[in-house]
């Protein structure tokens, strides 16, 4: 009897700490695109599924490219996707349908880059629905987590609070229910219902921070892994797999060039060796979209909406 | 797997859970096990060198008492042994010498010889300071026969890997730990609620405190050339709460963890900053290192043929009272300078524990100089004023201490130290100059890291009064305790820094 009323102590006390934890999730924890772009592949039917960092959320406009195509495709892409993320999530979406082609945007900075925690870190896992798809995503990432990143969802966004209002008020919207992206506009960037996020043109001073040059030697150890993962579960499940790098700016080339040339080497020779299509649109010669960097909102290689779209055309040609 | 991975809470749940469920015969054998998971999961390179540590202090110490039991002539015997445990210490010594001196050896000879030596690329196996320290204080026990030989060498082995501890410590010591390790426990619900607290409030003082400290400390020590004396002088004040939120936040965790087994290690601190004296500093901070340099270092010396000699000698120079006390600041310089030794291949951590061993001399031949002058003044030294006094100027003397333990260097630290005396301005206290640009700082930071320490300082006084926090708070009333334990859990989201400001623990380095 004893120990009965000790274990439901215990149970009050942790449906106490999940109330609240779930309050604090409510109220910081904002509307996001990642949210919706996990929604969508798990309630949606898509034959092509682009999967990769910001580059690629900022270059393909799924709308475009899926005209020229006569396809459906979404941009799962985002800024802090790794190809561990993109692994699990391509996973998950095959629990609902299993798409013919997955086109994979490598920035080769992601290869030699660690992932760091931030708000983006745990997102997808955060938003996917239950199942033993997201248990093994946690295995394979969340446990190399703080515990606070993995148990307060909350955590990175801690400091947000003068954000609550907003968040209240934005969770409160049908929209919101209907995961619907309308509500995530910002005065520099709109984001679609597929996935593709269209930077607004804007004048100034751009920026050179956060480039990741490519260096071998830093090459991490469970980048080509989860490449090597990622091909045989598409190959297990009878998925083309193509990989493309999106252009970055003619002057970031220039300026290093002998970083590009040495990554375009290393990737050509991966995917040679694996037997996979590998579109580099820094090497290719295709015209179509602005390759200078006033096409671009920085010399990283994040596109304007309008030449992202003018390269979407481009790259459904090669898509077709 | 760092202490704050969520890796590492299920690691610690698993081995809890697996604990109470087996046979209690087996429970020291799952701690053995787990033990070596932990430490393989770093690296099983590094495995080699926690295996060579623990083979050759047993063996060692069985052979030891092989000879104890079959050598009848007490000379011969004390002979015997002596060149085994001189033989299992150069090994073992010898091995942490190697990995986490070498660099520095080679670095030394180049710029005193002029030659080119090329650094090597040594790994430096987790743990090793701790678990060598350990292991050679249990063979140094057998020697002396304090303790008999380990016959188990699977038992023995857990008593080096134990995981909680092998990280950071607290260095235990063979006759309180062993036989904790090999009884078996049963389940107690008062006792995992009493390490729970611990374990929450290691986490507050790490990840609030610390980790909140950590980055103005880092952004002024590293580019303190840009910084007035006040801002040296916050980041000095913010390193000592940094650190001791760090260490002793570390300690309080793995206490708590090895509380859940049931196993008491042994205190690693007993607030620190209410010390009166250096001496008595160094009786709460790092305790367990201090004692094994007592008790394996300072008394072997202070009674070696060696120091009776040099006390006779100084006798005849200096008097009686000074010649007994010449030798016992001799062996307290080496203590600590092997004390900086450990923390460190850098000329600074020498420099650090020479400080420390300077200081705690000279009070021992000023000893009786200040009985007199505290006569002449009339000063009562059970008055609380006194001892405010003493605590000021002790907490003034160890934060001078952690310029060296900071800074890049030797140079660096007097170079601050400079900076600190001929640029310091009272007005940047209050004109914003310490609201860093360069670094995320807010206000914000600055009250949490107060917030915390007023927390700190309120338990602090509590415990020194004697006060048992944990059982007090277990033994209120069930919604005070619940709203405790659910300040502790939320706080550590809701104000700790995330990990990649604060970094892992200081202390999981050495």
């Known amino acids: ?320 | 797997m760092s202490l704050t991975s969520f890796e590492f809470v299920i690691f610690v749940g698993a081995a809890v859970a697996g604990y109470y469920l087996i046979p209690k015969r087996f429970q020291w054998v799952w701690l053995l096990a787990f033990s070596y998971i932990y430490y393989a999961a770093a690296s099983l390179k590094i495995l080699f060198f926690l295996l060579f540590s623990t083979a050759t202090t047993y063996l060692a110490g069985l052979l030891m008492d092989r000879i104890k039991e079959k050598q009848a002539d007490r000379e011969q015997r004390i002979k015997q042994k002596r060149r085994v445990v001189a033989a299992a210490l150069v090994l073992n010594f010898g091995m942490l010498a190697v990995v986490k001196y070498t660099n520095f050896a080679i670095e030394n000879i180049n710029a005193l010889l002029g030659s080119h030596l090329s650094f090597q690329t040594i790994i430096l196996p987790l743990g090793i300071s701790f678990y060598t320290f350990q292991s050679m204080g249990y063979l140094l026990d057998v020697y002396w026969e304090k303790v008999e030989a380990e016959r188990n060498p699977f038992r023995f082995a857990l008593f080096v890997s134990f995981f909680p501890q092998i990280l950071q410590g607290p260095i235990g010591r063979f006759n309180r730990l062993a036989h904790q390790l090999y009884e078996s426990h049963d389940f107690d619900w008062g006792r995992m609620e009493r390490a729970f607290i611990l374990i929450l409030w290691g986490f507050f003082k790490k990840m609030v405190i610390a980790d909140n400290a950590a980055g103005f400390v880092d952004e002024v020590f590293g580019n303190y050339g840009s910084y007035g004396g006040a801002a040296i002088v916050v980041a000095v004040l913010g390193y000592s709460v940094q650190l001791y939120g760090d260490f002793s936040g570390g300690m309080d965790v793995v206490r708590g963890i090895a509380e859940l087994f049931g196993i008491s290690l042994d205190e690693n601190f007993r607030r620190p900053y209410f010390a009166v004296s250096i001496t008595d500093f160094w009786h709460r901070w790092h305790i367990t290192l201090g004692t094994w340099m007592k008790d394996y270092v300072f008394y072997p010396l202070s009674l070696s043929k060696m120091m009776g000699r040099f006390s006779k000698a100084a006798k005849k120079r200096f008097g009686k009272s000074i010649g007994r006390t010449l030798p016992i600041c001799l062996a307290n310089i080496i203590v600590f300078l092997l004390v900086g030794v450990w923390h460190g291949a850098d000329w600074k951590f020498i420099l650090y524990g020479l400080y420390n061993g300077l200081i705690i001399a000279f009070s021992g031949l000023m000893m009786q100089n200040y009985r007199k002058w505290k006569n002449l003044c009339h000063i009562n030294e059970k008055a609380p004023l006194w001892k405010g006094f003493q605590i000021a100027r002790t907490f003034l003397l160890v934060n001078i201490s952690w310029y060296f333990d900071r800074a890049a260097g030797v140079g660096e630290a007097f170079d601050m130290m400079r900076i600190t005396l001929t640029s310091f301005r009272l007005s940047d206290f209050w004109n914003g100059s310490l609201m860093l640009e360069s670094v995320d700082l807010v206000a914000l930071r600055f009250v949490i890291v107060g917030f915390g320490c007023i927390l700190l300082f309120l338990v602090s006084l509590l415990q020194e009064r004697g006060v048992k926090i944990r059982e007090a708070i277990t033994g209120r009333h069930v919604l005070i305790k619940y709203a405790v334990y659910l300040f502790l859990i939320f706080v550590l989201p809701a104000l700790g820094q995330p990990p990649s400001a604060g970094g892992g623990f200081i202390y999981a380095q050495f």
């Not at chain 1, 898509?46 to 005209?67: C, E, L, Q, T, W």
Request: charged residues 25%; glycine residues 6%; hydrophobic residues 35%.
């Open chain 1, 1 to 320: 009897m004893r120990s009965f009323k000790r274990i439901m102590k215990i149970v009050l006390f942790l449906s106490i700490c999940l109330a609240i934890n779930g309050v604090f999730v409510y109220m910081l924890v904002p509307n996001s695109f990642i949210r919706i772009k996990v929604h969508n592949i798990e309630n949606e039917k898509y034959d092509d599924i682009f999967v990769g960092s910001s580059h690629g959320f900022a270059a393909v406009n799924p709308v475009v490219v899926d005209g020229e195509t006569g396809r459906k495709s979404i941009n799962l892409c985002y800024g802090g996707e790794y190809l561990r993320d993109s692994y699990y999530l391509l996973k998950d979406a095959c629990r609902t349908h299993i798409p013919e082609r997955v086109i994979y945007e490598l920035d080769p900075g992601y290869w030699v880059n660690p992932d760091t925690e931030n708000p983006t870190y745990a997102m997808a896992y955060s938003n996917m629905s239950p199942s033993l798809v997201k248990a093994e995503y946690c295995f394979a990432k969340i446990t190399d987590a703080d515990f606070r990143s993995a148990l307060f969802p909350w955590f990175h966004y801690r400091k947000q609070y003068g954000m609550i209002p907003q968040n209240l008020k934005d969770k409160r919207e049908e929209s919101y229910r209907n995961f619907d992206a309308a509500p995530l506009e910002e005065p520099t960037q709109v984001m679609s219902d597929e996935g593709f996020m269209y930077i607004k043109n804007s004048e100034g001073e751009k920026t050179k921070a956060n480039m990741v040059l490519w260096d071998e030697s830093k090459v991490l150890e469970e980048v080509p892994m989860y490449f090597h993962k990622l091909v045989r579960f598409c190959r297990e499940k009878e998925i083309e797999l193509v990989v493309m790098t999106t252009p970055v700016p003619e002057e970031t080339l220039e300026e290093h060039s002998g970083n590009y040339k040495e990554a375009d080497r290393y990737f050509a020779e991966l995917m040679e060796e694996y037997g996979i299509r590998y579109l580099n649109f820094n090497t290719m010669e295709t015209d179509g979209f602005q390759r200078g960097v006033e096409g671009f909102s920085d010399y990283e290689g994040h596109m304007f909406g309008g030449n992202a779209e003018n390269f979407s055309r481009v790259l459904a040609e090669y898509l077709r």
